[in-house]
Structures are given as structure tokens and as C-alpha cells.
């Protein structure tokens, strides 16, 4: 594409991965987000963001008539699981999102945007991508709600003949990878368990809490973020033509799995304390999610995904080395 891609959330996690990617193949790219991440997020130095715009400008700038890009990926959110203000998850995960959307209908081009399987809550329903039965879905906290809210509202806007020519919705499972150290205690666990292990040479996991299931045999889909980074690329190049993806690994594996990968990893011997899940995030807490991923395979994604060993140990690696800023 020679036109420039628009990311917002260019200076999150998986936003700066995806920049990174765009570097590797000298796609132009239009950054959005707090230009003060940019500046203070040491792990992303080593990137071309192209034009930073501020996430609170573009709106503004967009009913000016800013010229459109070639495609929008849409990976800007609150994502903090814990958040309850239902006021700022409306505003910048639900409304911000639909501005988007309608910018690039009326300009006539993509549109990738991140969802999440916080969509799935307990999982009652499985985890299938069946868009017939997204409005049967009950999230856990506020951050899947607004989520699931956008995942429908986009469905409801295809329906009335209101989309962009190509659109695609990804519900992330539990992403991993380096460059996450400013999510601070929103890192995924494979980063917390470097950081606990380098530090003491110990790991704390939550306790079960629930009869039937060990202590760190809690399970979730771990994705390694280059994965993810694949699958947004596929979604514009080839584009997919509409609908909402899961995005996870297919494989649920246990946090005992993830905790002796690290160590691994790190060459150091397995050391594993099991703590009181904090009372507050009990009634929140998934014990299980496995991404169904026999929709996206069906769309024509053929890559095999990275193992959870594998993935580790590729985290693991470019955090010893002091890679993206020693991030």
C-alpha cells in the first residue's frame, strides 16, 4: 500500500509492533495517540512513527476534512480490565471507535479494529466467533462490555447497508510479547514472571479458587504478539472482505505451562509460590478461554502460531538482551 496506514494506539503495545512491521516493509504509517507516549515509552525509540497525530485532535481534525489514509487499524483503547468508569470506556472505547468506523465508510476504505475475549466473560457460550450469538454474550467487567458493544454496533451498521468496503474485527486472547513494560501491572504474565524471577529467582501465582481446577492450572490462550501482528497485515493485504475473528492461539495452556517456560527461558530453577487471588477480582476472573480459530482458517490464514515455549523464549531472549530500549 503506498498510501499511509492510520494506527491508533501507535504507542501501545501492540500499536508499536505494528508500526515496528510497517518499518520492516517501508510502509508509510500515520501514528495516533498521547504524543507524550511517544516521547516517554523508551522501548519504542528505535521506531519511524511517521506523523503523530494527538488521539484528542484527530476527531476534530477528521469533521475538518483531513485527507484520508489508506487504510485505518484501529488498536487505541482503554484497556485496563479493571476500569469502571463507564463514562471514559463509552467515550474512548465505544464512541471514539464508531467515529472511526464512520470515516472509513464514508471515505471507502479498510478498516481493522481490535476487539477482546473479554467479549466471551465465563465462557458459557464457548468461545466459537458466531456472530449470530455476540449479543447472547456476557463480559465479566466494563472493558469487555465496551467491546462487545462496539462488536455489535458494527454488526448492526453492516446490516443497515452502513460499513466500509473491507472490515474486520479481531477479539485478542491474552497477548504477549516485548515492548510492554509501560502497561506496568497490565503486562501480561510472561513479562511480570521475567521481571519477579530476575529480581528474587521466584515466581507468585494466583491460587485456584475454584473446586475441580490445581492451584496454576488456571488456562488461557496465550498469543505471541508477532502472530498477531501477521494476522492484521493479512486482514488488509488480502483484505478480508467483513466480520468479527477471533485472534488467539487455538490452545489453551495453563499458567504452570507459561510459569515453566520462563523459567526455562531464563535458565534459572523453577521456584513457584501461590498467593490469595485478591478478593476484588475473583468474581471477574476467567479461569479458562481457548480462542476457536476454525473462522479465521475458513478466511484463508494458513500460518501455523507460535508455541508458548517458543514464544517465551523469544520474549525471554529480547528482554536479557536489553532489545527496544531494554524493554
Not at 510502509?27 to 503523530?52: K, M
Not at 501477521?230 to 483484505?239: D, I, S, T, W
Amino acid at each position: 500500500m503506498t498510501e499511509p496506514i492510520l494506527v491508533t494506539g501507535a504507542a501501545g503495545f501492540i500499536g508499536a509492533r505494528f508500526v515496528e512491521s510497517c518499518n520492516q516493509r517501508s510502509q508509510p504509517v500515520i501514528s495516533v495517540d498521547r504524543p507524550d507516549f511517544f516521547v516517554q515509552r523508551r522501548e519504542h525509540a528505535d521506531l519511524d512513527f511517521g506523523e503523530i497525530v494527538d488521539l484528542e485532535e484527530l476527531p476534530a481534525q477528521i469533521e475538518a476534512g483531513r485527507p484520508a489514509p489508506g487504510a485505518i487499524v484501529h488498536l487505541g483503547a482503554c484497556t485496563d480490565t479493571r476500569e469502571m468508569d463507564l463514562a471514559l470506556l463509552d467515550r474512548i472505547n465505544l464512541k471514539y471507535s464508531q467515529r472511526l468506523w464512520n470515516w472509513a465508510r464514508a471515505a471507502s476504505i479498510p478498516f481493522v479494529y481490535a476487539s477482546s475475549a473479554a467479549t466471551y466473560g465465563e465462557g458459557e457460550l464457548g468461545y466459537g466467533d458466531d456472530e449470530s450469538r455476540m449479543s447472547e454474550l456476557r463480559p465479566l467487567n466494563p472493558y469487555g462490555q465496551s467491546k462487545l458493544d462496539f462488536d455489535l454496533w458494527a454488526l448492526a451498521e453492516e446490516k443497515a447497508g452502513r460499513c466500509p468496503p473491507a472490515w474486520s474485527g479481531f477479539k485478542f486472547f491474552n497477548v504477549y510479547g516485548p515492548g510492554e513494560r509501560h502497561k506496568v501491572s497490565m503486562c501480561s504474565v510472561v513479562v511480570q514472571a521475567f521481571d519477579q524471577i530476575r529480581a528474587g529467582g521466584k515466581l507468585r501465582l494466583f491460587r485456584s479458587h475454584r473446586d475441580g481446577i490445581a492451584d496454576g492450572e488456571q488456562s488461557r490462550d496465550f498469543i505471541y504478539v508477532e502472530d498477531v501482528i501477521q494476522v492484521l497485515g493479512f486482514a488488509l493485504e488480502m483484505p478480508i472482505e467483513r466480520g468479527i475473528y477471533n485472534l488467539g492461539s487455538g490452545q489453551a495452556r495453563s499458567f504452570l505451562d507459561l510459569a515453566r517456560a520462563v523459567f526455562a527461558a531464563m535458565d534459572v530453577p523453577e521456584n513457584i509460590e501461590f498467593i490469595d487471588t485478591p478478593e476484588e477480582l475473583r468474581a471477574r476472573y476467567q479461569y479458562f478461554t481457548q480462542a476457536s480459530m476454525e473462522k479465521l482458517r475458513q478466511a484463508g490464514y494458513g500460518q501455523p502460531f507460535t508455541t508458548l515455549e517458543e514464544g517465551v523464549s523469544r520474549c525471554v531472549q529480547r528482554l536479557l538482551a536489553g532489545v527496544s530500549g531494554g524493554q
